[in-house]
């Protein structure tokens, strides 16, 4: 009796599989001329119209697949033209830039240029300094959005519309129109009107990192808006099940935000995340404004030149010949991004899926 029910529900499991087509065996490769002898062989059947057309066909088929490598490498080279140039003319002596001979690979290789730059950018105390401000301006950046976000993806209230088509209309404004009110905000800032009338006086933020931190806390302002969409899209596209799951556990709006929402929005997470830090990494017009002696990688590379002629000339009243201060600029350039790509060859693939998975289709 066993065996029988066995080998009936065998039967039924085997008619229950799906029955994979055959694959049909590959024709044989042939030759260029068995080609030619088949293409003339199908003309004798066909119209003079049709042979034209076929004949018209089979030529941009063949011109075609040529023409498409020389757009794309004529693109590529124009994207990545200035990293080759960057990377062939850091390290090469500077008395090589005069040399006409030399167009791409120099004839001696040397650190020398990227050495001078680090002693005059004092390179790692401003990277410590910059990723002070940078990784903790993006974390709580990254937060704030998310929160905002959210809000906006999953509660109706009113004004949500106009609200969310303000953040959209803020990124169109340039931070340079509210830099003004916002650095006499700083320079007198006096929480909810307290602090002056208790103490007579205004607390100034100016040279405080607060002034970095405090806008990144409430969004950021203008600059946050495309972060904001992000996580807005993204949390729409999540399954609103998940929320009811978590509301009849017990969990309440925060904690279905922390441990639910959160984790299956992630890969978005990374993506703003990166887009902040770059943001910040290559401000230099607010740092300036804020900040009088502030030691960043954007501001240092800003100052590159003078920095130089201060530290590597001695503050000699020398002009180096423009050619020649090249290489240092490009030395320059090619270690402050160096931190940025490896990042992004670290991170490549989250990233992408970051930006697949927002949801930017779909408003």
């Known amino acids: 009796m066993a065996s029988q029910t066995t080998t009936q529900a065998n039967a039924i499991s085997g008619l229950l599989k799906k029955v994979k087509p055959e694959k049909k065996p590959k024709e044989p490769k042939r030759s260029r001329k068995e080609e030619r002898e088949r293409f003339k062989k199908r003309l004798e059947n066909l119209t003079p119209a049709e042979q034209k057309y076929l004949k018209r066909k089979r030529a941009f088929d063949k011109v075609w697949p040529i023409c498409r490598g020389l ?20 390290f ?6 005069n040399d006409p001979t030399i167009m791409w690979l120099p004839k001696t290789f ?11 950018m004092d390179f790692w105390n401003t990277l410590g300094n910059t990723l002070f401000i940078n990784i903790g301006c993006s974390l709580v950046q ?24 303000i953040v959209i209309l803020m990124i169109l404004v340039p931070s340079q129109i509210i830099l003004i009110p916002q650095y006499m905000f700083f320079r007198y800032f006096n929480p909810l009107g307290v602090f002056h009338l208790i103490t007579g006086n205004y607390i100034n933020l100016i040279n405080n990192a607060l002034t970095m931190y405090l806008p990144a806390l409430t969004a950021n302002g203008i600059r946050a808006g495309l972060f904001i969409f992000l996580f807005r899209q993204s949390f729409r596209g999540l399954p609103k ?19 639910v929402m959160v984790p299956n929005a992630g890969s978005t997470f990374l993506t703003v995340f990166l887009l902040s830090v770059v943001w910040y990494w290559n401000d230099y017009y607010v740092s300036t404004s804020f900040f009088t002696d502030n030691r960043t990688i954007a501001l240092m590379l800003k100052n590159l030149d003078s920095n130089l002629t201060r530290i590597i000339f001695d503050g000699a009243n020398v002009s180096p010949n423009v050619r020649e201060l ?27 899926e970051g930006i697949a998975r927002s949801g930017l289709t779909g408003m």
């Open 110 to 120: 040397t650190m020398d240029n990227v050495k001078d730059v680090i002693k005059a």
């Open 241 to 259: 099940e998940l929320e009811d799951a978590a509301m009849l556990d017990g969990c309440s709006p925060l904690r279905t935000f922390v441990q």
């Open 326 to 352: 090249i290489v240092w600029m490009e030395a320059g350039c090619l270690i402050s991004i160096l931190p940025m790509l490896i990042m992004y060859v670290c991170l490549q693939k989250n990233f992408t």
């Open 142 to 165: 990254v937060l704030s959005c998310a929160v905002t976000g959210y809000g906006f993806a999953r509660y109706n209230f009113k004004g949500k519309k106009l609200l969310f088509g």
């Open 71 to 90: 757009i794309v490498f004529g693109l590529c080279f124009v994207i990545i033209y200035p990293l080759l140039y960057m990377l062939s003319t850091a």
């Open 92 to 97: 090469r002596p500077r008395t090589e830039m």
